[in-house]
């Protein structure tokens, strides 16, 4: 009979985030368990890797402030690298109500101590990238510390430490159920046989609703396909370039090795287990592509290398920490709405607070539970790309 302090469910970098926190926390008895032959496989190996703190709700800023700042100084604590490029987010507006709620954004950024965010002109936007079709637009706002990381790293970087400080990795192991006894969660049922535990971590990414129900936890995460669009090697456009975000149609892009990767949220996109690259998606990329950036028209791209990946989405667009309402020991690290990377962070920190002490200082934990959705206190979250 195996046996563990804490199980997490799924060794994705939310999963690997947790074990690493948990660890270093001083809980050392950590199994981690992921049902593929490999880390990585589902949403965080997929990732555009962006990180932001430019959010329009405090918790999310919050949760940004912290993580942004640990991905900053990842390889000199961990010892493995992250891959963080501080290389900014330039939001670009094209509409009065843009600007204004840039300008609310900002403001509630900066009260929160967000120190390297500002306000940017349409002509300065013009003198940095004379690149983009600009007569439209009339100005934007600016992080200098948001940037990207390499997610595959970052999460291999969190589960190696861990397991360094005696957390285990299961891999090739799916979890097949949850059981209880009169003292709440006793462990799970794997693959590989059961392993007893008292406290168990649904860290299982766009697939956390199928884990939730083995104790008949009702988590409102779907899953939504993302696509994303590489290109071939480019040279006319700037490789110091932030992430760009077009406001006037949610078209983004930022550089990746010698080109530059394309994004953009599909309104006709409808929820499921859609893994698939639709290859009709390139030409519509191709399209808001070559409207905000002229040179893009020589862009060459090969669908094949282009991919498709899952959003683990909530209705107010934010996460679900916490333990279950009902499920002692039953502990929730969901919904990240497209943000999983860039918080892992903040998440890690605030689970292993929440299972070593039942509380966490770095957000007002209250607002991120479960029950929010039943007792109607959601917290919409309106800048999400
Ligand atoms: C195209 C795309 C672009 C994105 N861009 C960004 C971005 O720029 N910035 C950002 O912050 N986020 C981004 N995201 C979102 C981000 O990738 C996710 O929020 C994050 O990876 C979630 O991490 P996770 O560990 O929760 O989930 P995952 O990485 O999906 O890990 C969950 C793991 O659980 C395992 N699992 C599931 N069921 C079981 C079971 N029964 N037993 C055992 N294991 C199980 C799965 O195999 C999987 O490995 C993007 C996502 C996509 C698809």
């Given at each position: 009979?195996?046996?563990?302090?804490?199980?997490?469910?799924?060794?994705?970098?939310?999963?690997?985030?947790?074990?690493?926190?948990?660890?270093?926390?001083?809980?050392?008895?950590?199994?981690?368990?992921?049902?593929?032959?490999?880390?990585?496989?589902?949403?965080?190996?997929k990732?555009?890797?962006?990180?932001r703190?430019?959010?329009?709700?405090?918790?999310?800023?919050?949760?940004?402030?912290y993580?942004?700042?640990?991905?900053?100084?990842?390889?000199d604590?961990?010892?493995?690298?992250?891959?963080?490029r501080?290389?900014g987010?330039?939001?670009?507006?094209?509409?009065?109500?843009?600007?204004?709620?840039?300008?609310?954004n900002?403001?509630?950024?900066?009260?929160?101590?967000?120190?390297?965010?500002?306000?940017?002109?349409?002509?300065?936007?013009?003198?940095?990238?004379?690149?983009?079709?600009?007569d439209?637009?009339?100005?934007?706002?600016?992080?200098?510390?948001?940037?990207?990381?390499?997610?595959?790293?970052a999460?291999?970087?969190?589960?190696?430490?861990?397991?360094d400080?005696?957390?285990?990795?299961?891999?090739?192991t799916?979890?097949?159920g949850i059981?209880?006894?009169?003292?709440?969660?006793?462990?799970?049922?794997?693959?590989?046989?059961?392993?007893?535990?008292?406290?168990?971590?649904?860290?299982?990414?766009?697939?956390a609703?199928?884990?939730a129900?083995?104790?008949?936890?009702?988590?409102?995460?779907?899953?939504?396909?993302?696509?994303?669009?590489?290109?071939?090697?480019?040279?006319?456009?700037?490789?110091?370039?932030?992430?760009?975000?077009?406001m006037?149609n949610g078209?983004?892009?930022?550089?990746?090795?010698?080109?530059?990767?394309?994004?953009?949220?599909?309104?006709?996109?409808?929820?499921?287990?859609?893994?698939?690259?639709?290859?009709?998606f390139?030409?519509?990329?191709?399209?808001?592509?070559?409207?905000?950036?002229?040179?893009?028209?020589?862009?060459?791209?090969?669908?094949?290398?282009?991919?498709?990946?899952?959003y683990?989405?909530?209705?107010?667009?934010?996460?679900?920490?916490?333990e279950?309402?009902g499920?002692?020991?039953?502990?929730?690290?969901?919904?990240?709405?497209?943000?999983?990377?860039?918080?892992?962070?903040a998440t890690?920190?605030?689970?292993?607070?929440?299972?070593l002490?039942?509380?966490?200082?770095?957000?007002?934990?209250?607002?991120?539970?479960?029950?929010?959705?039943?007792?109607?206190?959601?917290?919409?979250?309106?800048?999400?790309?």
């Amino acid at each position: 009979m195996h046996t563990a302090e804490v199980i997490i469910i799924g060794g994705g970098i939310v999963g690997s985030s947790i074990a690493y926190h948990l660890t270093a926390s001083g809980c050392k008895d950590v199994l981690v368990i992921e049902r593929e032959t490999a880390q990585g496989k589902g949403s965080t190996g997929k990732s555009m890797g962006g990180v932001r703190a430019q959010f329009s709700t405090p918790v999310n800023i919050q949760m940004s402030l912290y993580s942004i700042p640990f991905y900053a100084s990842f390889d000199d604590l961990l010892g493995y690298p992250a891959g963080y490029r501080p290389q900014g987010y330039l939001f670009c507006a094209t509409d009065e109500k843009h600007i204004a709620y840039l300008r609310t954004n900002y403001q509630k950024q900066i009260a929160m101590g967000l120190k390297d965010v500002r306000l940017i002109s349409a002509d300065e936007i013009r003198g940095m990238f004379p690149q983009l079709r600009s007569d439209d637009i009339i100005g934007g706002s600016f992080c200098s510390t948001d940037g990207f990381v390499d997610p595959y790293s970052a999460m291999i970087g969190f589960m190696t430490s861990a397991a360094d400080h005696g957390a285990k990795l299961w891999k090739n192991t799916q979890v097949t159920g949850i059981t209880r006894d009169t003292k709440g969660i006793a462990g799970v049922e794997t693959t590989r046989g059961t392993v007893s535990a008292r406290k168990v971590v649904n860290a299982a990414g766009a697939w956390a609703k199928s884990i939730a129900e083995m104790v008949g936890v009702n988590l409102p995460v779907e899953p939504l396909r993302r696509m994303l669009v590489p290109t071939e090697p480019f040279d006319q456009f700037p490789h110091s370039a932030p992430m760009i975000i077009d406001m006037s149609n949610g078209f983004h892009f930022r550089p990746e090795a010698l080109g530059f990767l394309l994004a953009w949220n599909d309104p006709e996109e409808t929820t499921g287990y859609k893994m698939d690259f639709d290859p009709a998606f390139v030409e519509k990329i191709l399209i808001r592509a070559a409207e905000r950036v002229p040179v893009f028209e020589n862009l060459a791209v090969n669908p094949k290398r282009a991919w498709a990946g899952l959003y683990e989405m909530t209705p107010d667009h934010h996460p679900i920490l916490g333990e279950a309402p009902g499920v002692p020991g039953f502990f929730l690290a969901n919904g990240f709405s497209g943000h999983g990377v860039m918080h892992a962070p903040a998440t890690g920190k605030i689970l292993a607070d929440l299972i070593l002490t039942g509380k966490s200082d770095l957000i007002d934990t209250s607002l991120l539970t479960l029950s929010r959705f039943a007792e109607g206190k959601t917290i919409h979250e309106t800048a999400v790309l």
